[in-house]
């Protein structure tokens, strides 16, 4: 498994940007699918964006949000724009098996999370 850590959540206005990070070890970060999820009070995890050699995203989020790599940085980023205060949750970010060229928007397939980063959008 693949070690993971998210950074750049925080609080922002509605009508906002943020931009997530998440710094993944190891060498074959190129191989993994990795995709974003989040998680609102009293909700279940929710599928929000993944990437391959493709990407795909949740519908409430097309055309707001843009995921996006770095395999030299070992990095993927979640740029979020036009924040509502529904997108407010804990944003994780997960990896899926290595080498899989599968894109999945279910929690299940993927093998590694990480702690989890904070966005809270105010009205």
């Known amino acids: 498994q693949v070690q993971l850590v998210e950074s750049g959540g925080g609080l922002v206005q509605a009508g906002g940007s943020l931009r997530l990070s998440c710094a993944a070890s190891g060498r074959t970060f190129s191989t993994y699918t990795m995709a974003w999820f989040r998680q609102a009070p009293g909700k279940e995890r929710e599928f929000v964006a993944a990437?391959?050699?493709?990407?795909i995203y949740a519908d409430s989020e097309k055309g707001r949000f843009t995921i996006s790599r770095d395999n030299a940085k070992n990095t993927v980023y979640l740029q979020m724009n036009s924040l509502k205060p529904e997108d407010t949750a804990v944003y994780y970010c997960a990896a899926g098996p290595v080498g899989r060229r599968v894109i999945s928007t279910t929690t299940a397939w993927y093998e590694s999370w990480g702690q989890g980063t904070q966005v809270t959008v105010s009205s």
């Open positions: 990437i391959n050699w493709s990407d």
